[in-house]
T-cell receptor, first 110, second 112 residues
Framework: GESVGLHLPTLSVQEGDNSIINCAYSNSASDYFIWYKQESGKGPQFIIDIRSNMDKRQGQRVTVLLNKTVKHLSLQIAATQPGDSAVYFCAETGFQKLVFGTGTRLLVSP | DAGITQSPRYKITETGRQVTLMCHQTWSHSYMFWYRQDLGHGLRLIYYSAAADITDKGEVPDGYVVSRSKTENFPLTLESATRSQTSVYFC???????????FGAGTRLSVL
């Protein structure tokens, strides 16, 4: 089956640094990707999405980059804050369903 | 704006018992989903529903039953709970034709 994976299970950064969370996907036919943030004890929360006809999309302090050649997705968080500490999931979509990666935990220290 | 709510938030049960987890959404979204979340597996789809009275299996449906008699409700039943079903369960919903899914806060289920 298709799979979505992450390169690093845990990422530790200092407050104020930029964070980069990576994700690899295997289904070259995927045309839409989503990043979710999950804080402890809560459900996943939508952060940003990108379609396969785009290479980059920016939101507030977050940027998603898509490299279809190597089937790689990344989430960049600028000026990381303690409130950004969470688990981040990428997901690819197909026929209204999502396939999630296993997640990367982001730890932000002051 | 209540959004999507799950109940109970925590549940402890015994092997062999029947358990029903509730999910209610106030957005009138067509699609609803049930996932389980386990360490090392991320979120795995159990069942989903495209509309009232339409349900379909996901990746890990065995041991679970769903129904959708009303658009806003999508209960998940474990007919005879097993220890392997100890997990955190999330319900989600999305609009027809839209890929973004919105999640509830989850139900933590322990089967002893």
């Amino acid at each position: 089956g298709e799979s979505v994976g992450l390169h690093l299970p845990t990422l530790s950064v200092q407050e104020g640094d930029n964070s980069i969370i990576n994700c690899a996907y295997s289904n070259s036919a995927s045309d839409y990707f989503i990043w979710y943030k999950q804080e402890s004890g809560k459900g996943p929360q939508f952060i940003i999405d990108i379609r396969s006809n785009m290479d980059k999309r920016q939101g507030q302090r977050v940027t998603v980059l898509l490299n279809k050649t190597v089937k790689h997705l990344s989430l960049q968080i600028a000026a990381t804050q303690p409130g950004d500490s969470a688990v981040y999931f990428c997901a690819e979509t197909g026929f209204q369903k999502l396939v999630f990666g296993t997640g990367t935990r982001l730890l932000v220290s002051p | 704006d209540a959004g999507i709510t799950q109940s109970p938030r925590y549940k402890i049960t015994e092997t062999g018992r029947q358990v029903t987890l509730m999910c209610h959404q106030t957005w009138s979204h067509s699609y609803m989903f049930w996932y389980r979340q386990d360490l090392g597996h991320g979120l795995r789809l159990i069942y989903y529903s495209a509309a009232a009275d339409i349900t379909d299996k996901g990746e890990v449906p065995d041991g679970y039953v769903v129904s959708r008699s009303k658009t806003e409700n999508f209960p998940l039943t474990l007919e005879s709970a097993t220890r392997s079903q100890t997990s955190v369960y999330f319900c989600a919903s999305s609009e027809q034709g839209k890929n973004i899914q919105y999640f509830g806060a989850g139900t933590r289920l322990s089967v002893l």
